[in-house]
């Protein structure tokens, strides 16, 4: 039997996406909690580069970066494909990852930051948001008609924005601005296949991020010249 862990953070929508991908294959894995104010000596050893989870390890070998994984877990283990098998479905999966990773620090920067930062990330955001209104109108899953490797990439958007949102008070979604992306939205949260991978603690995700939120805006306040 292989031996799979993960190292992760219970929060953290980089460390679903991989688990999503391992339980969609029916991966049985050990998940291993770490603090990033005091990272293990294993998460250092397996990724020293970064120094960031998550992290696979499969036997004894570590791979690095939550997409990356997805990838090495689908060509790895048997189940369900996550990538397209069509070439050109799957160049456009992995077209609307990367847009939807490198839009990541725009939407951080709308929820924990203030003032010029914050105004900035909200404009890139809204940017994110408009194409995305656009790209899926009547459209359930990024790629053809299953929930796959682009719908996994897109967790940030589909729900943990929401919770940001609400943590926040900072409003960035309507369905009056984008009615498209909020249809899309709803479908997502509720599909059998992203519903049994949520994260089962709602209630303390939102608290945490609202923690977050009261720590920034006390740590930006005190710092205010």
């Known amino acids: 039997m292989a ?3 993960l190292l992760g953070l219970w929060y953290s929508f980089f460390s679903h996406r ?3 991908a391992l339980k969609i294959k029916g991966v049985k894995y050990a998940f291993i909690e770490e603090d990033l104010q005091n990272k293990s000596p294993l998460l250092l050893q397996s990724n020293p580069i970064h120094k960031k989870i998550p992290v696979l390890i499969h036997n004894g070998k570590s791979i690095c970066e939550s997409m990356v994984i ?4 689908d060509e790895t283990f048997e189940g369900p494909s996550i990538l397209p098998k069509d070439p050109y479905n799957r160049a456009l999966a992995r077209f609307w990852a990367k847009f939807l990773d490198d839009k990541v620090g725009a939407v951080v920067s709308t929820f924990i930051r203030k003032g010029e930062e914050q105004e900035k990330g909200k404009e890139e955001a809204c940017e994110m948001l408009k194409v995305l209104d656009n790209e899926l109108k ?3 899953f990024f790629v053809g008609d299953k929930f796959g490797f682009a719908d996994i990439a897109a967790n940030l958007v589909g729900y ?3 919770i940001c949102q609400e943590a926040s008070g900072v409003e960035l979604v309507t369905s009056e601005k984008f009615p498209n992306f909020c249809a ?3 479908e997502y949260i509720n599909c059998s296949q992203v519903k049994e991978y949520l ?3 709602h209630d303390e995700l939102l608290a945490f991020f ?3 939120a009261r720590a920034h805006a006390t740590t930006s306040s005190s710092t205010q010249k």
């Open 160 to 162: 943990w924005l929401g």
């Open 138 to 140: 009547d459209k359930k």
């Open 3 to 5: 031996d799979v862990k």
């Open 18 to 20: 991989v688990e999503w």
């Open 199 to 201: 994260p089962p603690r």
């Open 184 to 186: 899309w939205r709803d």
């Open 70 to 73: 997805v990838e090495y877990i």
């Open 210 to 212: 609202q923690d977050c």
